[in-house]
């Protein structure tokens, strides 16, 4: 994760910066022993810079990793300023400068720079300190938050453990009961398939029927047309019956109503037989008070009244 606002061209531009100054101060004649521990200081802030570029910051620590790279980048500015007057000093000798003038320049930059030589060297100092404390800072907080996440680890270690065993426990038990499904199942596996193949059988017996049940429809289907096959023939013919054979019909039809007419004229011509409740009947009565009564007719023709209470058909004169 790149931090905000720095990119590694800053510090390739720095550390440049300090090999320039190194390679000034060893190029200046007569300097280079008087300014030597400016460039060691020089070269300790080059390798700080090059810690610098290789920190990786993240989410936690990206803060403290802005900080100290914006430490390092503000020494760039300073270091510029001395580089500057450098190369003003080493153009000023010329490209063949004379023994005289060249001892003079030394003199001047001996007495009128040595006091910025000591500042930029103080300045160099104390930045490379404060980024290696920076640093050491920034490396110790790493190694709080790697022994924190190694005691977690050790925490989710043992979590782990216990899980481990747990799962061991549950797994012991799922055989177990494994084992008694398995033997479960066993055990009503014979039942259940002898009912499925008495259902299986079911099944056939039921197709089977099935089966009948469609051919009789087929043939009752059949039956049908043939029946209706008729119905239309009988009506073709009917329909192709001449119209002397149709008057004739209607004739016969109405000869049959004519003879039902007369049929019931002469039925209700015939006397219908005597009642028993006619107010002509004779009238007599038994001992025991019981009240008979006989059509008079049946006393008007003696023969006939005589052959009627013989037969049983009165029962006064049988008591």
Known sequence: MPAFGFSVGDFIAAIELCNKISKALKDTDGASSDFAN???????????????????????????????????????????????????????????????FQAGRKLQWAFHKVEEV??????????????????????????????????HYDDVLVRLDTHRLDLGRISNQMEGTKKELSDQISATAKPLQQKLEDVAQQSSDTRLSVVSLTAAFASLQG????????????????????????????????????IYALLLKIASSVPASPTWLLSSNIRFEDALGVIWELPY???????????????????????
């Open 118 to 151: 000591n500042k930029m060297r103080a300045l160099v100092s104390a930045r490379t300190e404060s980024i290696n404390l920076r640093l050491a800072m920034h490396s110790s907080e790493a190694l709080s938050r790697l022994e924190a996440s190694s005691e």
């Open 38 to 100: 400016v460039a060691i200081e020089l070269h300790g802030l080059e390798n700080v810079l090059r810690r610098v570029v290789a920190l990786d910051p993240n989410a936690s620590n990206i803060e403290h990793v802005d900080a100290i790279r914006s430490l390092a980048l503000s020494c760039q500015i300073p270091i510029q300023e001395f580089l500057a007057k450098l190369q003003a000093y080493e153009s000023a000798l010329g490209p063949i400068p004379t023994r005289k």
């Open 297 to 319: 007719e049946y006393f008007k023709h003696w023969e006939v009244g005589c052959f009627i209470i013989y037969n049983g058909q009165c029962r006064c004169f049988l008591t």
């Open 223 to 258: 039956s049908f047309m043939g029946l209706r096959s008729m119905c239309l023939e009988m009506l073709a013919i009917l329909q192709k019956l001449p119209t002397d054979l149709l008057a004739i019909i209607r004739e016969i039809q109405s000869s049959n109503v004519q």
